[in-house]
């Protein structure tokens, strides 16, 4: 059987605020409330919200080409690879084809 004592949401809400507000490291905030560093780190990520998965769709600010050449937009990816679009470019696509890149 366990040692260890069962903490509620509202203990581990009230330490992760702490935790946030920065005026003790969190390995002190987790020696204070006695509790370990590991499960206090657990419990400061799991507040923190998921980044977006791989696939879904890409961030794209639109962009208008001004001047009296070609307009094109390109996006460069690591080693090397380079893609242009022609100005009017369904931006559905160019999103599809960035997020599959990255």
């Known amino acids: ?5 069962h903490r509620g949401a509202e203990f581990w809400a009230a330490v992760v605020d702490e935790v946030k ?3 003790l490291p969190r390995v ?3 020696a204070k409330h006695g509790v370990s560093d590991a499960a206090l780190k657990y419990h400061l990520y799991k507040t923190v919200p998921a980044r977006s998965p791989k696939g879904s769709s890409p961030e794209l600010l639109p962009v208008r080409l001004s001047g009296s050449v070609t307009k ?3 996006f460069e990816f690591g080693g090397g690879l380079r893609l242009r679009f022609e100005e009017g470019c369904d931006p559905v696509y160019v ?5 599959r890149l990255r």
Do not use: L, P, W
Request: charged share 20%; proline share 0%; net charge neutral.
């Open 1 to 5: 059987m366990s040692t260890q004592k």
């Open 21 to 23: 507000k920065g005026d």
């Open 28 to 30: 002190q905030v987790a």
């Open 72 to 74: 094109q937009i390109e």
């Open 95 to 99: 999103a599809a084809i960035v997020s």
